[in-house]
Every structure is written in C-alpha cells, then in structure tokens.
C-alpha cells in the first residue's frame, strides 16, 4: 500500500460532524492514562493516510493521548477501521474542518496539546485556520509537525506524490533491485515510514524537549525526500571512499555479494545470507558443505563462480531443512518468512514481537522499557467514537455542540 501524505490528501475535508456515538466517558481512563515513557504527553492527529497515521501510532504505542481528528465521510483509503491497527491505542473526534466552526474545534484541541500532526500540502492547514502561527497564537509551547513528502518548499512542494516517486529522485529506489531488471519497489516501507514516520517522530520528541526546555514550541517539516536522502548517509560515504559502485548488483550490501543475498532452495522457498565477517563465513561455507570448493571470498573476479556453488546447493534441501541446519549458529543465514509466517518463527514468538489484539496480529509496540513498558492497549479507534471522553479529559466542550 504505497500511500503518502504529500498530496495524497490535498485540502479535501467535507461532510458534517457533531457529538457523534461517543464511547462515554469510561473509556478515558484506557486510553488517556496508559502507561508508557510518553505517559502525560497530549497529541493532536489531523486524520491524513500513510506516514502520519502511523507516526501518530507510534506515539500512541510509547503512551501518549493521542486524539485522531477525523472528517465526516472517511479519508482517502477504502480500509474498514476496523482493521487500521495504526490507529490502535488512539481516540477519535469528528470535525469538519470547512465548517464554520470547524477550525475552532480544532484550536480548543491544540489549545490542550503538546503536539499537533498534519499532513496537508502545504499551505492547507494555513487555509483552513489552523496553521502553526493560528495554533501557536492559543498555545505557543504546541510542537506542530508537518507530515510531508516533498516538503514546506521547493519546485514540487505542491505536487501530488507517493513513496515510491520519494524514494526514486532521492537513489534509494535505484540501489535495490536486480542489475538486469527495474528496480525492486520496497512496499512504503524505505519512504512513508522509514524516511517519514520515524524522522517525524525523531523531529517532535526533539522539539518537545527544547519546549520542555524553553517553554517555546516551533515547526517541524518533516519531508520524506530528506528523511529518505538521510538514510543513504553510509552509502554516500563509501561511496565517496571508492567503496560503493553507483549501480544496483555490484556492491557488498545490495545483492551483488554472493555470501550477502537470498537464495532459492529446493521447494522454492528462499534462505538468506548475510555471512559478511570472516568467521561467519567460514561457518557458513563448512554448514552449507562446499568448504572445500568455495573460491576465495575476497577475490571478487570469482565472485559469479561462488554464488553459483552456493545456488547450487541450496537447491539440494527444503527451507525447512536449512533452517534446522543453519539456525542458532553463527552462519548468520535465516528463512525468508512470510507476512503470515512471521509471527510463529520461534524466536519471534518468545519475544512477543507479534501480538493479537482483538483478533488481529499484528506487530506489538517497540521499542522496550525497562522501567515505562508499552502495549496494545486499544484497537484501531472507529471514527468519531470518543468524542465525550474526549471533550471531558481534555476540557473541550465545544466538540460537543452540533453545527449550525
């Protein structure tokens, strides 16, 4: 699902809100008092797609109060509520932002809060009255973050995107792939959520430390192009080094490493290989059998001869038998799981990795504490469900009041 919030939402909001089919107010003690290092923090999500909802839930996962503002009529995807666990261990109020007193709805919200998400284009949320300075002027402490792909400003800050065109203009999409084929698309995985949700989240707990700190709150433009860009840091430097080919297929990290890649095995499943350090790969060529015929590693003319040997032995056995043969030594070779395979690998189950939570499997919180443990505490929260907990925990009447 490679969906974005640069443009994915444009300024669409519609339909009519009011105090809707609210939970009551005994569902704020599970959802406002949930334990967690971010236990206290209260945060404003402006319902977008993609990268923010998720950044939204990882803030929800770590404990904070999160308070998703939904429009009339649903957002842009056609995913039941149900099922969006990256709205779980949050509450939601309906509000139409086109309304006349939409916006103030909103700012009453802001008024209350640590931190507001957004993922509009930009200038929308300026258009619609609740910008940073709108915001600002009721709460100067509020850390407003901006969930973009392209950014605040640039030539294509207002044009429409999705991960994948992120990831292209930034070289990441072109390092991954076959060197004879197109490259490889990741999911969203590498734009949305690795250089958008996690460098929003990076960006707000920094800037709530300086609010914190200072007492005064700024902006955060969080845009995936940067985020994505900043993720291939090592790359640039090994490849200023003369250590990095600029072409997929060729290098020791992106496949063309024959002791770095997957192979197929004899069901057609696929075993991986990441036996770079020198003693992993002496285990992992006297595990596989062909210590005796295996070519220099470091003789990378003879690179072709070596992946070749090892195809072809992995061919020779199932990926069940493999992984008896490879798992808990130091060959650092694993299977590739499925989606639905995944949570009963053994390891994973012993640590819980992957929870369900009202008939759902999904991945549980991360990461760990010590001393602030975090859980799934609630599922994904159905549009305007908590509008009554909401207004009274965090003081807002007015989202109580039908529109006029």
């Known amino acids: ?144 973050g901006r969930m973009t792909g392209w950014g605040q400003e640039g030539p294509l800050a207002q044009s429409a995107g999705h991960d994948i ?27 949305d959520y690795a250089g958008g949700s996690l460098y929003l989240v990076i960006g707000v707990l920094a800037a709530l430390q300086h609010a914190r700190t200072t007492g005064t709150g700024q902006v955060v433009d969080a845009a995936i192009v940067d985020g994505t860009a900043h993720l291939t840091a090592m790359i640039h430097g090994m490849m200023a080094a003369g250590g990095w080919q600029d072409r997929r297929g060729a290098n020791l990290l992106d496949g063309g490493c024959p002791f770095y890649g997957t192979y197929e095995t004899s069901d057609g499943q696929y075993m991986a290989v990441g036996a770079l350090e020198q003693q992993f790969y002496d285990t992992f060529v006297e595990l596989l059998g062909i210590g005796g015929q295996a070519p220099a590693r470091k003789d990378v003319a003879r690179w072709g001869e070596l992946r070749d040997a090892v195809a072809a032995r992995f061919k020779t056995r199932t990926r069940a038998q493999w992984t008896a043969l490879f798992e808990g030594t130091d060959a650092c070779v694993a299977p590739v799981l499925s989606l639905r395979e995944a949570p009963d ?28 443990p975090v859980a799934v505490g609630s599922g994904p929260a159905r549009p305007g469900a908590h509008v009554r907990s909401v207004a009274a925990d965090w003081d807002v009447p007015s989202l109580l009041k039908e529109e006029g």
């Open 345 to 372: 690998h053994p390891h994973l189950a012993a640590r819980g990795t992957f929870t369900d939570f009202g008939g759902i499997v999904q991945p549980a919180p991360a990461p760990r504490f010590s001393a602030t």
């Open 1 to 144: 699902m490679a969906v974005t919030g640069n443009g994915a939402d444009g300024d669409a909001e519609g339909g009519r809100s009011g105090s809707g089919a609210g939970d009551g107010l005994g569902t704020a003690g599970a959802s406002a008092g949930r334990s967690g290092p971010l236990a206290g923090v209260r945060v404003v999500e402006l319902a977008g797609i993609g990268p923010g909802p998720f950044a939204a839930m990882l803030l929800a996962d770590l404990g904070a109060d999160v308070v998703r503002v939904d429009r009339p009529g649903g957002g842009g995807l056609a995913v039941d509520p149900a099922y969006d666990v990256t709205n779980r261990n949050k509450r939601s109020v309906l509000v139409d932002l086109k309304s006349a007193d939409g916006p103030a709805r909103v700012l009453d919200l802001a008024e209350r809060a640590d931190v507001l998400l957004e993922g509009f284009r930009p200038g929308v949320a300026e258009r619609l009255g609740v910008g940073p300075a709108d915001c600002h002027a009721r709460n100067p402490r509020l850390v407003y």
């Open 165 to 191: 065109a992120y990831i292209a203009v930034t070289g990441a999409l072109g390092m991954i792939g076959d060197p004879d084929g197109p490259p490889a698309v990741p999911a969203n995985l590498v734009g």
